[in-house]
Structures are given as structure tokens and as C-alpha cells.
């Protein structure tokens, strides 16, 4: 694991103070290619390739990223997405 | 060995094969198939949290969608590997062409087969970052370098895409 900041992604305009937040984690495995990596989350998220790629390495160089934060309906939907492109993703509470 | 890869109007050709890797090219929606593998099954199909409960919500509502969409790709791959050109007489000049509307289906099956052989032969970080291995003398071996060939074939269908 490296000691680079965590990138967290927020979308506080859908959350209410009753919707606990989840993060979507996605976890680094040696098969997936860094450009298919980063192009899955262009796609899926709509993210610039800059943050795309910012992503992408950390998944790489620390093992897992937080890609996206919110509540749990679209974050299950995103989970969905990115194991039908294969990558490992899961869900997990906000701190 | 050499492969000759160029893009043209309707996709990405691929050409100078001979018969090794016409046979690799055939068996990419084979390895895909994770089979009786445990391992490879429990890699192409994730479940999502770390709640048991969750996970089997998951396992019965979301595995049945993802199942659908890869065997929907696997027979757009397969369909397309019916269509190898010979080129001339001899076995060492065969072409194929991937078609551009299917890059996506391409990418993702080559993706299943990559990540199934990975799982069920258990490679580790170190041969995943190298180029393969030297020699081809078990089963192990050559699953190993279908890997690789299969990252390069996505690498050339990745790199069209971001244009």
C-alpha cells in the first residue's frame, strides 16, 4: 500500500440526512489492464480521463479506491456495472 | 511468429496468423467459461459486500443479469470466429478481422477468458507483469501466454477506442 491521499468522490445533492452513505470500492487485481481500468470508469461514471486515471492508480498502488460515494440504490447499480466490465467492486458504509 | 494488426473501415484485422494462433483465437470464448472452477466462478461472479444476506440477494437477482450479458457476448465472439480467411495455400497466413460494432462484446470476453485462466491456474502479480513466459512446455504454460496474447488483443482493441 502506498501512502498517496485517498480520493473520495461525493454527491451530496442526492443524499438526505436519513440515507447513510456508501462507498463504492473498487480493488486492485493483477489481470485488468490500467487502460481498460481507466476507461470503465470514464464510462461508467462519466469521469474525465485525468480523474479516470487518478482512480485507476490508486487502485493500483494501493491496493483499492473509493470511486464513488452515495446512496445505496445507485451505488448497488455501479457495483452492478463494474462487475459486468469484471472489475472487483463492493460496497461498503461511509465512515 | 509474427501477427500484423491494422485497422481498417469495418474493424481491426488481424493477419500472418498461422495455425497456433488461429487454434489461441478459437479457444478465447472456451477459456472464458469458467467451467468447474471454483475459482474462476467465484471471479467472474463477485458478490458485492461483505453481509451475507446481501451477497445472496446478489447471487440471485444480480448473477442471473451478468450470466445473461456474457453468454450474450460469448456467442457474438463466437459467431465471429466462424469467419478466419485463409490467405494462400500454406497453414502460416490466415486473417481475421474483429468488427468494429463488436469491440465492446471483444474486450469483454477476451476480459472473462483472461481473468478465468488467471483464477483457475492461480498466476501470481509477477508473471501477470511480465511478457509471458520464455517457453511453452505445460498446460499451465500456454494458458499463461494466452493471457498475455489476450491483453495484447485488448490493448489494440483499447487503444482504437480512446482514438
Same mark, same amino acid.
Given at each position: 500500500?502506498?501512502?498517496?491521499?485517498?480520493?473520495?468522490?461525493?454527491?451530496? +445533492?442526492?443524499?438526505?440526512?436519513?440515507?447513510?452513505?456508501?462507498?463504492?470500492?473498487?480493488?486492485?487485481?493483477?489481470?485488468?489492464?490500467?487502460?481498460?481500468?481507466?476507461?470503465?470508469?470514464?464510462?461508467?461514471?462519466?469521469? +474525465? *480521463?485525468? $480523474?479516470? *486515471? *487518478?482512480?485507476?492508480?490508486?487502485?493500483?498502488?494501493?491496493? $483499492?479506491?473509493?470511486?464513488?460515494?452515495?446512496?445505496?440504490?445507485?451505488?448497488? +447499480?455501479?457495483?452492478?456495472? =463494474?462487475?459486468?466490465?469484471? =472489475?472487483?467492486?463492493?460496497?461498503?458504509?461511509?465512515? | /511468429?509474427?501477427?500484423?494488426?491494422?485497422?481498417?473501415?469495418?474493424?481491426?484485422?488481424?493477419?500472418?496468423?498461422?495455425?497456433?494462433?488461429?487454434?489461441? /483465437?478459437? !479457444?478465447?470464448?472456451? #477459456?472464458? @467459461?469458467?467451467?468447474?472452477?471454483?475459482?474462476?466462478?467465484?471471479?467472474?461472479?463477485?458478490?458485492?459486500?461483505?453481509?451475507?444476506?446481501?451477497?445472496?440477494?446478489?447471487?440471485?437477482?444480480?448473477?442471473?443479469? &451478468?450470466?445473461?450479458? %456474457?453468454?450474450?457476448? #460469448?456467442?457474438?465472439?463466437?459467431?465471429?470466429?466462424?469467419?478466419?480467411?485463409?490467405? @494462400?495455400?500454406?497453414?502460416?497466413?490466415?486473417?481475421?478481422?474483429?468488427?468494429?460494432?463488436?469491440?465492446?462484446?471483444?474486450?469483454?470476453?477476451?476480459? !472473462?477468458?483472461?481473468?478465468?485462466?488467471?483464477?483457475?491456474?492461480?498466476?501470481?502479480?509477477?508473471? /501477470? #507483469?511480465?511478457?509471458?513466459?520464455?517457453?511453452?512446455?505445460?498446460?499451465?504454460? &500456454?494458458?499463461? %501466454?494466452?493471457?498475455?496474447?489476450?491483453?495484447? &488483443?485488448?490493448?489494440?482493441?483499447? !487503444?482504437?477506442?480512446?482514438?
Amino acid at each position: 500500500m502506498g501512502n498517496g491521499e485517498t480520493i473520495v468522490e461525493k454527491e451530496s +445533492s442526492t443524499a438526505t440526512a436519513l440515507d447513510i452513505p456508501w462507498n463504492v470500492v473498487v480493488h486492485n487485481d493483477p489481470v485488468n489492464l490500467m487502460t481498460y481500468v481507466t476507461m470503465v470508469f470514464q464510462r461508467v461514471f462519466g469521469y +474525465s *480521463k485525468d $480523474r479516470a *486515471k *487518478k482512480h485507476m492508480l490508486e487502485v493500483h498502488q494501493q491496493g $483499492r479506491s473509493i470511486v464513488w460515494t452515495g446512496v445505496r440504490e445507485p451505488a448497488e +447499480s455501479y457495483v452492478e456495472q =463494474l462487475h459486468a466490465y469484471l =472489475l472487483l467492486a463492493t460496497l461498503e458504509k461511509a465512515e | /511468429m509474427t501477427v500484423e494488426v491494422t485497422r481498417t473501415d469495418d474493424g481491426l484485422r488481424l493477419a500472418r496468423l498461422d495455425l497456433f494462433f488461429v487454434e489461441l /483465437m478459437r !479457444q478465447i470464448p472456451v #477459456s472464458a @467459461d469458467p467451467g468447474d472452477s471454483d475459482a474462476a466462478r467465484d471471479r467472474i461472479y463477485p458478490v458485492a459486500t461483505a453481509d451475507a444476506e446481501a451477497n445472496e440477494d446478489w447471487r440471485a437477482y444480480v448473477h442471473p443479469e &451478468l450470466k445473461e450479458y %456474457f453468454t450474450t457476448s #460469448s456467442g457474438t465472439v463466437r459467431e465471429d470466429l466462424e469467419n478466419f480467411e485463409q490467405l @494462400d495455400e500454406t497453414t502460416e497466413n490466415w486473417a481475421f478481422e474483429i468488427p468494429a460494432e463488436h469491440f465492446d462484446q471483444w474486450l469483454n470476453v477476451l476480459n !472473462q477468458a483472461r481473468l478465468s485462466l488467471a483464477a483457475r491456474y492461480d498466476f501470481e502479480e509477477k508473471e /501477470m #507483469s511480465q511478457n509471458g513466459p520464455r517457453t511453452i512446455e505445460t498446460v499451465r504454460d &500456454l494458458s499463461l %501466454f494466452q493471457v498475455h496474447f489476450y491483453g495484447f &488483443l485488448q490493448e489494440c482493441l483499447l !487503444q482504437d477506442l480512446a482514438g
